[in-house]
């Protein structure tokens, strides 16, 4: 089974600055196969980036991923005060069929 | 729109069996996987198992096997996730998520269901 991280655990910034979160997989992994998802206290998840790079209907241009193997990073642009939330990376794989990591809370 | 809108909130003391329901509206519901998701208190989420709409086979992730039931209605657009024998541990918010068929990511997530187990 494959194991996600993600790191810093917190990060705290204000508006206006950048974010860089990080998802490291323990071993090499199809970046077709990565996703990010926001979640906001009170809601569902919901879908940011799939296939590691690419951004779901509707998301700003502000949000961008990247990355290849085993290590992938979600980066938020200029933040807004509605991005600060809930980030988790999930894979595809076999058994589980999906795995997510533990989540990195971006804060003021 | 496109949309899963799932079950209210429910209470269930231990033992008892809980069945929360997804409708999807907005999109030909056999053309899109269906999968349900875990989020105990505090918690990250946590797949617990899908179903190919297209053929009715459901699939279950490790820990999710023997009181977990994941089925679907197709005359109703409608996936169900019954869980049997609950626990307290079962106390979490549920949500039904859509896959794409040929993809690997969830697009499109219900508004979540609230299981509490309590005596």
């Known amino acids: 089974e494959v194991v996600l991280t993600q790191s810093p655990g917190t990060l705290s910034l204000s508006p206006g600055e950048r974010a860089t979160l990080s998802c490291r997989a323990s071993q090499s992994v199809s970046s077709n196969y990565l996703a990010w998802y926001q979640q906001k206290p009170g809601q569902a998840p919901r879908l940011l980036i799939y296939?590691?790079?690419s951004r779901a209907t509707g998301i700003p241009d502000r949000f961008s991923g990247s990355g290849s193997g085993t290590d992938f990073t979600l980066a938020i642009n200029r933040l807004e005060p509605e991005d600060f939330a809930v980030y988790y990376c999930?894979?595809?794989?076999?058994?589980?069929?999906?795995?997510f990591g533990p989540g990195t809370k971006v804060d003021i | 729109q496109v949309q899963l809108v799932q079950s209210g909130s429910e209470l269930k003391k231990p033992g008892a069996s809980v069945k929360v329901s997804c409708r999807a509206s907005?999109?030909?519901?056999?053309?899109?996987?269906l999968n349900w998701v875990r989020q105990a208190p505090g918690q990250g989420p946590e797949w617990m198992g899908w179903i190919n709409t297209a053929s009715g086979n459901p699939t279950y992730a490790p820990g999710f096997t023997g009181r977990f039931v994941i089925s679907m209605d197709t005359s109703v657009s409608t996936a169900y996730l019954q869980i049997s024998t609950l626990k307290a541990e079962d106390t979490a918010i549920y949500y039904c998520?859509?896959?794409?068929?040929?993809?690997?990511?969830?697009?499109?997530w219900g508004q979540g269901t609230t299981v509490t187990v309590s005596s």
């Open positions: 296939g590691a790079s």
């Open positions: 999930q894979l595809y794989g076999s058994s589980p069929i999906f795995t």
């Open positions: 907005g999109y030909t519901f056999t053309n899109y996987a």
């Open positions: 998520a859509r896959k794409p068929f040929y993809f690997y990511h969830m697009d499109v």
